[in-house]
């Protein structure tokens, strides 16, 4: 008898397992299809365009910051610093994103714009005053004009109160309580009024017309001249050398709350004079 002869299972070649998700990912790196030239071209430029964005919105931040500064001092509550600055960042943002190189405009002044422009949205989005507030303020408006047309000058600080029935230092402070409305009329929030702001900072940028500038500049020369003397010398140092209220206020060595008070009675003085001239 022939011995058994035991079958002998034959070798197959070891075969490393792969996990499923490798495979996908073999798979669909195998079978994606490859970006067109044009694409490719496209995405490069986007993300040029995105890391251009982000430079300037880095670089430009400061400046957010510097216009909150020269507003900060019109807030009131429930509005915030804070609140304004997260309003410039979003104007800057789409600045940025915005922004055509082509247009041979300098980037610095179209961002300033559209900082400035969210920045006072937003002040304006939260500026009321106490409806007593605002009678008295449209009554000093009022007697002011007339008083300027009648005898060719706005009247004096102790005048004014007297015609309105309260002593000048609550005036002074129906002047600041009314500031961030205030604000919004003399930097041109509304068609009527004069855009006083832009002539202070800008020495007329806006005004079209290079006679129309010639003669607005005049008259803000000769109604900054009429102030009394520490409300010119506020005006000058908070617009011209861009003093901040604290720095002014050292100078003057008077308080802080004091300088706020007299800058928003000389800037309604000046806003009654370009507006009636």
């Known amino acids: 008898m022939d011995p058994l002869i035991e079958q002998q299972t034959p070798m197959v070649p070891a075969v490393s397992a792969q996990p499923a ?32 964005e982000d430079e300037l919105i880095v670089k430009y931040l400061p400046l957010v910051h510097k216009i ?25 943002v789409k600045a940025a994103r915005d922004f055509d190189p082509s247009k041979d405009a300098e980037f610095k002044t179209y961002a300033y714009i559209r900082i ?18 605002k009678k008295q303020f449209d009554q000093a408006q009022e007697i002011s004009s007339q008083m300027l047309e009648e005898q060719g000058t706005v009247p004096d600080d102790s005048d004014l109160a007297g015609r309105l029935g309260m002593t000048t230092e609550k005036m002074y402070r129906m002047f600041e309580t009314a500031r961030a409305r205030h604000f919004l009329s003399i930097h041109g929030a509304d068609e009527e009024s004069p855009m006083l702001g832009n002539l202070l900072t800008c020495g ?58 007299l800058h928003a009675a000389a800037l309604f003085k000046l806003s009654v004079q370009l507006k009636d001239e």
């Open 21 to 52: 998700d490798s495979r996908s990912v073999l798979a669909a790196e195998f079978l994606e299809p490859q970006l067109s030239a044009g694409q490719a071209a496209r995405m490069y430029t986007s993300h040029n365009r995105k890391q251009r």
């Open 116 to 133: 400035r422009g969210a920045v006072i949205d937003e002040l304006r989005n939260w500026s009321f005053a106490p409806a007593n507030i």
């Open 204 to 261: 007329g940028a806006g005004v079209s017309d290079a006679i129309e500038m010639e003669e607005l500049i005049e008259k803000m020369t000769r109604a900054i001249g009429e102030l009394p003397e520490k409300q010119r010398r506020i005006v000058v140092m908070y617009y011209q050398k861009e003093l901040t209220m604290k720095q002014i206020a050292e100078v003057l060595e008077i308080t802080e709350s004091r300088v706020s008070q």
């Open 68 to 92: 909150v500064n020269k507003i900060v001092t019109y807030l009131q509550p429930p509005l915030s610093k804070d609140d304004l600055v997260s309003a410039g960042t979003v104007g800057l």
